[in-house]
């Protein structure tokens, strides 16, 4: 399938598709409204000006321009009544993460609803941080989305957000040059994948056979805990009991700790997240890489990607011997509400134009993300034109959540710095399970020392 790009220089939208204009246009929304509003761009805290609340929505930075684009049809939906200014944070959820944290803490936050990641609600939600949402988001809402989205916003009887996209580690890999190369199947084990590579480089000359994300951060965790649970390893047994001490981590560790051995991914990266490696990636230096389904939109424009959309195929990770399972990392974006924001009836109302399903269908095209809302999964039209929809059925069916807890992020932390040790040869696999064992151990027990 071939793609138009999303973007020209100007922020123009080219391509046949249901674009930026058109798509304003049909649903009854100017462009020129917003700008024309002469709304400042700071404030948020439901603050409210000139008779228009002011409401400022956070999230992370989104390359396609979509997210903006649906903010200003709401802004001119909204006009007099509710404007939305957009917070850029950082790209990496950890950084992120901690932004929120301290501001949140600190009592001075000025955002009223939070793009935010699945991850978080058991924190923010246990520190009374975001507002418990059952009485605007009732149980009979909630059948419509896909139900590992809507479990992973509850919490103690609560629900604290609402889903809008979801996300699973995907194997992006070079279709044209597979088939140069003689195979007919993208690879079904890790060592299929090491094979495959090599010879892929071979024929082509493309540098890496292989880049995903290593770095000392969130992201090197999803990777890290992929390779275990397709090794038959888990961290965590039923939210409580650490078993990531055993032989089945440890190859799983090994097996990512082999890519760079044997030659298959640069040693960089054990400082590579999500964005560097769509960058080598897209720019025809590596044959296969472990991305989120967001980065295909990417290759659609010549400013982002020198290769094109139908040299690239997706498919499920590989497994670390035939009859295990393929899993992926659950992930994904939600709306959560600041338990503060002075106007909770209108920060509701954008959550609830954001994830409604024509929004949810026109982000899933122009930002190539998967819905959170099951109907979207039988709509011809976008299933055509966003394969990781189609694929990702099949992944998601395979995702797997982190340890739901209120104290995530220090086990994180914790989790993030032993894999990159072992990724980058500091610490033997072994040695950083044994030492992962205790401190998570450690983290469990005192949390529920504070709590008790
Ligand atoms: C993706 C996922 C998110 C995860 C992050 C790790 O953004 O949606 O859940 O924490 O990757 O880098």
């Given at each position: 399938m071939n793609r138009e790009p999303l973007w020209d220089e100007r922020?123009?939208?080219?391509?046949?598709?249901?674009?930026?204009?058109?798509?304003?246009?049909l649903s009854g929304a100017g462009l020129a409204g917003a700008a024309l509003l002469g709304v400042t761009g700071c404030g948020g805290g439901g603050g409210n000006v000139g008779g228009a609340t002011e409401l400022t929505f956070s999230f992370f930075p989104d390359r396609t321009g979509s997210v903006q684009a649906l903010i200003d049809q709401f802004n001119s939906e909204n006009e007099g009544e509710i404007q939305v200014t957009l917070r850029e944070m950082p790209a990496d959820s950890g950084q992120h993460f901690d932004q929120l944290n301290t501001e949140f803490q600190s009592g001075e936050i000025n955002i009223d609803v939070i793009g935010g990641d699945v991850i978080w609600p058991a924190q923010f939600a246990a520190n009374g941080y975001i507002a418990d949402l059952s009485d605007r988001?009732?149980?009979?809402?909630?059948?419509?989305?896909?139900?590992?989205?809507?479990?992973?916003?509850?919490?103690?009887?609560?629900?604290?957000?609402?889903?809008?996209?979801?996300d699973a580690g995907?194997?992006?890999?070079?279709?044209?040059?597979?088939?140069?190369?003689?195979?007919?199947?993208?690879?079904?084990?890790w060592d299929e994948l090491k094979e495959q590579a090599r010879a892929m480089q071979e024929r082509s000359g493309t540098q890496y056979g292989f880049v995903f994300q290593g770095a000392d951060y969130e992201g090197g965790v999803v990777n890290a805990l992929e390779y275990i649970w397709t090794s038959g390893g888990d961290v965590l047994e039923g939210n409580q009991e650490v078993v990531v001490d055993s032989?089945?981590?440890?190859?799983?560790?090994?097996?990512?700790?082999?890519?760079?051995?044997?030659?298959?991914?640069?040693?960089?990266i054990t400082q590579y997240k999500e964005q560097e490696v769509a960058t080598i990636f897209l720019g025809g230096d590596a044959v296969f890489m472990r991305n989120v389904p967001r980065m295909y939109a990417l290759a659609s424009d010549p400013n982002e990607s020198s290769i094109s959309p139908d040299q690239i195929r997706i498919t499920s990770l590989p497994v670390a011997e035939e009859g295990l399972q393929s899993y992926s990392s659950l992930g994904g974006w939600n709306f959560f509400m600041n338990a503060n924001t002075e106007d909770p009836d209108a920060a509701y109302e954008f959550i609830r134009f954001m994830s409604a399903p024509e929004q949810?269908?026109?982000?899933?095209?122009?930002?190539?993300?998967?819905?959170?809302?099951?109907?979207?999964?039988?709509?011809?039209?976008?299933?055509?034109?966003?394969?990781?929809?189609?694929?990702?059925?099949?992944?998601?069916?395979?995702t797997r959540p982190r340890p739901?807890?209120?104290f995530y992020s220090?086990?994180?932390?914790?989790?993030?710095?032993?894999?990159?040790?072992?990724?980058?040869?500091?610490v033997s696999p072994d040695e950083a399970l044994s030492t992962l064992q205790e401190e998570l151990e450690e983290i469990i027990e005192q949390g529920s020392q504070q709590s008790a």
């Open positions: 922020g123009a939208v080219m391509g046949k598709r249901i674009d930026r204009r058109e798509f304003l246009k988001f009732p149980e009979d809402e909630r059948g419509a989305f896909l139900p590992a989205t809507i479990e992973a916003m509850t919490y103690q009887g609560g629900i604290y957000g609402v889903p809008w996209y979801t995907m194997l992006y890999y070079r279709s044209d040059l597979l088939e140069e190369a003689g195979f007919t199947q993208p690879p079904r084990t032989p089945e981590a440890q190859r799983g560790l090994e097996i990512e700790r082999s890519m760079i051995d044997d030659g298959i991914a640069p040693a960089g949810q269908k026109y982000r899933a095209i122009e930002g190539s993300v998967l819905p959170a809302r099951q109907e979207l999964y039988e709509d011809e039209e976008l299933l055509q034109q966003v394969p990781v929809a189609e694929l990702g059925q099949e992944a998601i069916q395979n739901v807890s209120p220090d086990m994180s932390l914790r989790m993030a710095e032993q894999f990159n040790a072992s990724l980058n040869g500091e």
